[in-house]
């Protein structure tokens, strides 16, 4: 049996719906559908059971949960950089997830979860995946330094050598249709274009980039999800893990190819970025893969172009889900 928190969430069901291209459908999915439309996410999944988070954690605090687990999934979290509750955050990023990893490790089970590049913040002190310099990073935002806080305590506390955590970049595709302003541009874009036939981009307020041309590390979600399953495959690896490209583009590169996706001329404009987020805004990321590639993943990722040209065409222009 294979659990999945989060599993009505954006990379969590897109797990879910790759174990079942794999015939594996014995899974319990664990989230916290609430008022948002997440709920649809699982209608073209299969699995044995559907647990709301909080019955998840009585279960695994009072040891009631079956003998026959192989593996955790922990994707379960408030994923909105936005989110200011700093309290919410800890409870609910760092806290559930130190109970369910110290469960997971005392039962011998695989624990593969959910860390973020947000822990890198602007990046100056690089994007290497190195478990020993965790604690030189700087967060720009309390969610980054939720997920921080947890890759500190696993690796403080030995959990690092049995566990896996997966530092995902800008993952976008299929699925996150449910996440209102943390979607993906890819999809913000191609409704901006429907709607009115041109995309809005923040200008720089950075001298080395110009506008449109800050530097990102997409990722499609079908990609992040195949080196996600590359864990559950090899159980002996463990650590902290990237999950990117190792090659950026910038945002004129992404809003250009949704415009070609969709057969239009492309018509950008630049707009001034809100206060609230230009002292925490990224000009440059870059996932550093090599670990992951020295671990033995050696398939290439799904170019920008297309990967968007799939998702407008064969998801977006068809309100389909994975």
């Not at 069901?13 to 948002?36: C, F, H, M, P, T």
């Not at 279960?59 to 999934?73: P, T």
């Not at 530097?215 to 463990?238: C, G, H, Q, W």
């Amino acid at each position: 049996m294979i659990i999945v928190t989060g599993g009505a969430g954006f990379i969590g069901s897109a797990i879910i719906a790759e174990l079942n291209k794999r015939k594996i459908y014995d899974i319990i999915v664990v989230d916290q559908l609430g008022s948002d439309n997440k709920w649809k996410n699982l209608r073209n999944l299969s699995f044995t059971d559907y647990i709301e988070n909080d019955d998840f954690l009585e279960l695994i605090i009072h040891d009631q949960i079956e003998d026959s687990v192989e593996a955790i999934f922990h994707l379960g979290a408030c994923s909105d950089t936005t989110e200011n509750d700093a309290s919410y955050l800890i409870k609910n990023n760092y806290e559930y997830t130190k109970v369910l990893a110290s469960w997971a490790v005392d039962s011998d089970v695989r624990f593969i979860y959910a860390s973020s590049a947000a822990t890198y913040g602007d990046g100056e002190n690089g994007f290497v995946d190195n478990e020993m310099e965790i604690d030189s990073l700087r967060p720009l935002n309390m969610y980054g330094y939720s997920k921080q806080l947890f890759d500190l305590w696993a690796y403080q506390n030995g959990l690092l050598e049995q566990i896996v955590g997966l530092k995902y970049f800008n993952v976008f595709g299929p699925n996150e249709y449910h996440k209102a302003n943390m979607r993906s541009f890819i999809l913000k874009s191609f409704e901006q274009i429907n709607a009115s036939g041109k995309v809005s981009l923040f200008k720089s307020y950075h001298p080395d980039y110009k506008d449109g041309e800050q530097l990102r590390d997409f990722i499609y979600v079908k990609d992040a999800v195949d080196m996600t399953l590359f864990f559950l495959e090899n159980p002996d690896i463990s650590g902290l893990f990237n999950i990117g490209t190792a090659a950026p583009r910038t945002w004129l590169d992404l809003v250009k190819s949704v415009f070609a996706a969709m057969g239009r001329k492309p018509d950008i404009e630049f707009v001034e970025m809100p206060d609230s987020i230009k002292n925490q805004y990224q000009y440059y990321t870059c996932a550093d893969i090599t670990k992951i590639r020295e671990a033995g993943y050696d398939k290439e990722t799904t170019s920008l172009e297309d990967s968007i040209k799939d998702y407008v065409q064969n998801y977006l222009n068809t309100n389909e889900f994975l």
